[in-house]
């Protein structure tokens, strides 16, 4: 892959692509490979799979004098592709009957997707950007409920035409689902109305629900092109009559008007009172031959309600979805935190054409800053791809900016809910480039879920004033969000962030001594809940490092904050766990479980060889901590990880657990036992493969020097996401958009050796790839930029950041270079 050139390209035959356009927990929609739009996820819910009806765009040209084009006409989507096996064929709703574009490629420089349509057939080509503008650092303004879809159309012939492109799309405020014909239903019939902004023209969407209701919201649609025409509603009729009258009205003028209605008529085919509406906006340009116009449309949106707990936002009536049920329904409510901004969709979509200039710019920045990376085409591929988890119906944000999430998605309803500390302990995507979010999810751990005795609720049901969820704390997640706090506080050198919260992470960090280590040689060996859903007994590795890699975190903030005891403490039982851990579970290959017999318990793995056994140690690298464990031993386990779990290819592999690798395909299983003495119900999930191990262990790999095996690993996962297996922007495991995923991130710090410690004012960079040449995105939490690095040719290095956005005035780089410049 070239500087600056996308990722990877997908044909419209990939029809698993599907890229996700909306702001930081704002719901969104998604573009897919053949131009259409999918996955309408507004409601503060998931909605996998629905397709709003007659919601489209399409492109109509004609001679320079008006007159029609034959089959000038198009829906801006590629052919709709197999299966066709529909009982009825295509409803008219998917507008699947009418003239499509011949082919269409979709690709992606993160946030912008591209979609490039070919129609030999036609005198003009046609490319579609869209995106949401994402601003690392600045949640607000990458929290925009809103996209922008920018059609670009180039006259390939030797006269002028006439070019119009209109947008479609129902009113579907009050969403309530689908009946038996597959006709969409609201809860209330909306009301479209066209509306003029400052340098904008367009329809605006809302309905009589009261302002209480879960339902309730708004849309828009509207163009910043100055020859704009709005059709507040289609014809009125019966059967087919207002998508005719649309194509026809649209395919002769290019321009779109509320149609008259026929009155005799109208007494026997008055449209019911729960189907939507439908609008268009339409735009016109005067094309010269081998010229470029552009059409620029926003869709915005504004559903500001959502339940006050963790139920999902209910369905009243038919299309409910499986699990809203009376409490939902009845459960009071709470605000987003984008409504705060935006209460309305029209507001939304005035801030977003007002200061899009701006807005886009600094996206670019980010999007070249990430693109023109030496890193390896597969890490910015993984790195870029994961993103949007944080963007995902997975994450939203509170009334109060609190940033809270599910663990993934179901089609229909979020899946395991509560922040879980055990899946963001592998996460590093959202610390790194919107730490100030990250750090509300410290003071819900440490502030809100970690009781007087030092308990941590591994889910969060506080946050939303409900009472805390109650069961075994994990280990794993307890001890890990000490290590993550450690981590935050670095990137931002805040002290008083850190002070405020040191008392919740102290008790949550002492509880370990006396829950878990019960016979005080400072290894943990009593009943771990993990990770795994299941619990841990007797030493291990999993839950042992992260006690260590605490430890060593817990001493470093002692030390800071002035608490000399217990950094006297920890010290110790660091030097004591380290040296009890490695004497109990090293076997000369890698680490493993000490337990008499292994099936005394169900759900262990004993002698196996543990994939992300050193969690905890690669979290210490992460944070800048370095090693836990005896450096030897560390490296020699990781590899063997690699070489006892990592396959090409699949076939032969029995799972009877959840599968996501198939005959064929490549990638690291979860467990091993390369020397027998697997137990007779090893723990769940064992022979599973998780992309957010995969990212965690080649990461791991890149610090114990082994970038080949961690690049192979990577380039496994994004095989399988070729957008006809999988999405390549939705990494599954409980769910859609799976939160641990998010470990791609750790590969950039690994990749660039990034060292950070704002509050010591100092970053560094140590590449383990392309030293002589080498780039790469960087983010502090003050600033983001570019780091470069050349080696001259008396092996002299030099390097400096490039700061795109906020400050890093007084950091020092690699030690003994000038502090780098402010960027505003």
């Not at 599907?18 to 704002?26: H, I, V």
């Not at 998931?46 to 320079?64: D, T, V």
């Not at 992606?108 to 995106?131: C, H, I, K, M, N």
């Not at 995105?777 to 600033?783: I, L, M, V, Y």
Request: with cysteine.
């Amino acid at each position: 892959m070239k500087r600056g050139s996308p990722s990877r390209t997908f044909a419209h035959t990939a029809g698993e692509a599907a890229f996700l356009l909306g702001g930081l927990g704002t719901g969104n929609v998604s573009l897919g490979a053949r131009g259409d739009l999918r996955d309408w996820e507004l409601w503060n819910r998931p909605s996998k799979g629905l397709k709003i009806p007659y919601s489209f765009f399409a492109l109509s040209c004609r001679e320079a004098d008006g007159t029609p084009m034959p089959g000038g006409t198009r829906v801006l989507e590629a052919t709709v592709q197999p299966p066709y096996s529909q009982s009825h064929g295509f409803a008219s709703a998917t507008a699947a009957g009418l003239p499509h574009m011949r082919a269409a490629a979709l690709s992606a420089q993160y946030p912008f997707a591209t979609v490039g349509f070919t129609d030999p057939s036609l005198p003009v080509a046609v490319r579609l950007e869209a995106f949401t503008p994402f601003i690392p650092l600045d949640a607000d303004d990458s929290g925009i409920p809103a996209a922008v879809f920018r059609y670009q159309v180039t006259n390939r012939s030797r006269r002028s035409l006439r070019v119009s492109i209109a947008g479609s799309l129902a009113n579907v405020v009050g969403y309530r689902g689908f009946d038996s014909f597959k006709n969409l239903l609201v809860e209330r019939g909306g009301t479209s109305v066209s509306r003029e902004g400052p340098g904008f023209r367009g329809l605006y969407c809302s309905s009589a629900i009261a302002a209480d209701s879960l339902s309730f919201g708004s849309l828009a649609l509207v163009s910043t092109n100055a020859s704009v025409t709005c059709a507040e509603s289609w014809l009125e009729g019966g059967w087919f009559d207002g998508i005719q009258d649309f194509w026809d009205r649209f395919a002769a003028t290019g321009r779109v008007a509320r149609p008259q209605v026929f009155a005799a008529a109208r007494s026997r085919i008055d449209m019911p009172a729960d189907r939507p509406t439908v609008g268009s906006v339409a735009a016109e340009e005067r094309i010269g031959p081998g010229r470029t116009a552009a059409f620029e449309f926003v869709l915005a949106w504004s559903f500001p309600n959502r339940p006050r707990g963790w139920k999902a936002a209910p369905t009243p009536g038919a299309g409910a979805p499986p699990g809203a049920g009376a409490a939902a329904a009845t459960a009071p409510i709470l605000r987003n935190y984008y409504a705060r901004r935006f209460p309305d969709a029209w507001d939304a979509a005035t801030y977003l054409v007002g200061n899009l200039p701006r807005l886009e710019a600094l996206s670019r920045q980010f999007s070249r800053a990430l693109y023109t990376s030496t890193l390896p085409p597969a890490v910015i591929d993984a790195l870029a791809s994961n993103i949007t988890v944080i963007r995902s119906p997975t994450c939203f944000r509170l009334e109060d900016g609190t940033f809270v999430s599910w663990e993934g998605c179901h089609d229909t309803e979020g899946c395991c809910e509560g922040s879980c500390t055990h899946v963001w302990n592998y996460a590093q995507t959202l610390a790194f480039l919107f730490p100030e979010l990250e750090r509300t999810m410290r003071r819900v751990e440490f502030g809100l879920e970690t009781d007087p005795d030092g308990r941590m609720a591994f889910r969060t049901y506080r946050v939303f004033g409900l009472p805390a969820w109650e069961m075994l704390p994990a280990a794993d997640g307890q001890l890990g969000a000490v290590i993550r706090l450690y981590r935050d506080w670095k990137l931002c050198g805040d002290d008083e962030f850190l002070r405020s919260l040191w008392p919740g992470a102290a008790r949550a960090l002492d509880f370990a001594f006396a829950f878990w280590d019960l016979d005080g040689d400072c290894v943990l060996e009593s009943q771990q809940h993990n990770t795994y859903d299941i619990e841990f007994y007797g030493p291990n590795p999993l839950t042992g490092a992260m006690f260590c890699a605490a430890l060593k975190a817990g001493a470093a903030m002692a030390a800071r904050v002035g608490d000399q005891g217990r950094r006297a403490r920890y010290e110790e039982a660091l030097v004591r766990g380290s040296q009890n851990l490695d004497r109990l579970c090293w076997d000369g290959e890698y680490y493993v479980q000490r337990l008499p017999d292994v099936d005394a318990y169900r759900y262990q793995f004993g002698i196996g060889c543990l994939s992300d056994q050193l969690l905890g140690q690669l979290l210490a690298h992460v944070a800048g901590l370095g090693y836990v464990l005896p450096r030897e031993h560390v490296r020699k386990a990781v590899r063997s990880v690699y070489r006892r779990n990592f396959r090409k290819e699949f076939r032969g592999h029995a799972n009877a657990q959840r599968t996501y690798v198939l005959d064929g395909e490549g990638g690291l299983v979860l467990c091993s036992w390369p020397r027998g003495g697997r137990p007779r119900l090893p723990f769940v999930y064992s022979d599973e493969v998780w992309t957010g191990v995969e990212y965690q262990v080649a990461a791991h790999l890149v610090y114990e020097g082994c970038v080949e095996e961690a690049l192979a690993i990577v380039t496994a996962v994004r095989d399988r996401h070729d957008g006809v297996r999988r999405n390549p922007w939705n990494e599954v495991e409980c769910g859609h958009h799976y939160v641990r995923s998010l470990a791609s991130w750790g590969l950039l710090v690994a990749l660039s050796g990034y060292r950070f410690d704002l509050g010591e004012k100092r970053v560094s960079f140590q590449p383990a790839v392309s030293a002589e040449d080498f780039s790469c995105f960087f983010s502090t939490g003050t600033a983001w930029g570019i780091y470069r690095q050349r080696v001259d040719r008396k092996g002299v290095r030099h390097g400096g950041v490039e700061v795109l956005y906020g400050s890093m005035e007084g950091v020092a780089v690699n030690g003994e270079e000038a502090p780098a410049r402010t960027a505003r």
